[in-house]
């Protein structure tokens, strides 16, 4: 789940801010980064909660095991206010409410806090910045046996009364 979400969101991120534009996916990375053009998704948190909840799928059914919930932060950081504004402004557009995980399983993506900063962020060297939080909900699933019903035999009787 966090590979297609953060792939799906450096994807966005390179078609909006350029295909040159280098996303950084560690912090240790987007700190030591130079540019003022640059752009990082950083794993922040995960929950999982337990669920039995089942699922239709494709070849048959499924048990979600876990509720998962991971936040991803999306960092954009730009010379100037402007073309920062519009970036963020065309990634809020972009981003598809669910995407399919590795599975066909569906990610619901939904952008949360947003933190704005100029030249005195300790994380980036640029001159100002944006960090969105993005909370991506899925689930870990395991599928449900079930017998073909041709291996059953019902008998079935009628009673009057």
Same mark, same amino acid.
């Given at each position: 789940? @966090?590979?297609? =979400? &953060?792939?799906?969101?450096? +994807?966005? @991120?390179?078609? @909006?801010?350029?295909?040159?534009?280098?996303?950084?996916?560690?912090?240790?990375?987007? =700190?030591?980064?130079?540019?003022?053009?640059?752009?990082?998704?950083?794993?922040?948190?995960?929950?999982?909660?337990?669920?039995?909840?089942? *699922?239709?799928? !494709?070849? +048959? &059914?499924?048990? &979600?095991?876990?509720? &998962?919930? %991971? =936040?991803?932060?999306?960092?954009? +950081?730009?010379?100037?206010?402007?073309?920062?504004?519009?970036?963020?402004?065309?990634?809020?557009?972009?981003?598809?409410?669910? @995407?399919?995980?590795?599975?066909?399983?569906?990610?619901?993506?939904?952008?949360?806090?947003? !933190?704005?900063?100029?030249?005195?962020?300790?994380?980036?060297?640029? #001159?100002?910045? %944006?960090?969105?939080? *993005? #909370?991506?909900? +899925?689930?870990?699933?395991?599928? %449900?046996?079930?017998?073909? %019903?041709?291996?059953?035999?019902? #008998?079935?009787?009628?009673? #009057?009364?």
């Amino acid at each position: 789940m @966090i590979t297609e =979400a &953060r792939d799906y969101l450096t +994807g966005l @991120i390179r078609s @909006i801010m350029g295909t040159e534009t280098l996303v950084y996916l560690t912090e240790k990375e987007l =700190a030591a980064c130079a540019e003022s053009h640059v752009a990082g998704v950083l794993i922040s948190t995960e929950s999982l909660t337990a669920s039995g909840k089942r *699922v239709a799928v !494709q070849e +048959g &059914r499924a048990r &979600r095991k876990f509720e &998962r919930s %991971v =936040a991803l932060s999306v960092v954009l +950081g730009e010379y100037t206010f402007a073309p920062l504004e519009e970036y963020y402004v065309g990634l809020l557009a972009a981003i598809k409410p669910v @995407i399919a995980d590795a599975d066909g399983f569906g990610i619901r993506l939904e952008p949360g806090e947003v !933190q704005w900063s100029e030249k005195s962020d300790e994380l980036l060297r640029a #001159n100002v910045s %944006v960090i969105l939080t *993005v #909370n991506c909900t +899925g689930g870990i699933y395991l599928p %449900v046996e079930t017998a073909p %019903v041709s291996d059953y035999t019902v #008998n079935a009787q009628r009673e #009057n009364g």
